[in-house]
């Protein structure tokens, strides 16, 4: 994921592709089917901040298509690609229903009762 200074500057993009870019030069496109892309923007680590779900949605959607045009349609329909920014109980139902987030990659939020709420959303 991208900085805040990258996101303001517009530049999630950019930083989502380069991050990426390193897994398309490696594998091949019979591998896609076993890796699990998880998008944590860097501004929401251990701050409480979540991505707003239009912010979310517009990384998945972008990764997605970054993924249809490098790897194939194929593989960006199979990839799943989850969120990783500040899941939590209050959160996680508006984020699992948007098209393109998968799943989620819980952090702290998974050593809390309302854990079980966030897999009950995923299910």
Known sequence: ??????????????????????LASIISESEWERVVIAYEPVWAIGTG???????????????????SRTVSAKVAESVRI???????????VELIALEDVDGFLVGGASL????????????
């Open 1 to 22: 994921g991208e900085t805040l200074e990258q996101r303001q500057a517009e530049q999630t993009l950019e930083v989502l592709t380069r991050q990426t870019q390193a």
């Open 49 to 67: 901040v979540v991505a707003t779900p239009a912010q979310a949605q517009e990384a998945h959607q972008r990764l997605r298509q970054w993924i």
């Open 82 to 92: 989850i969120y990783g920014g500040s899941v939590k109980g209050d959160n996680c």
């Open 112 to 123: 809390k009762p309302e854990f079980g709420s966030i897999i009950r959303s995923a299910l």
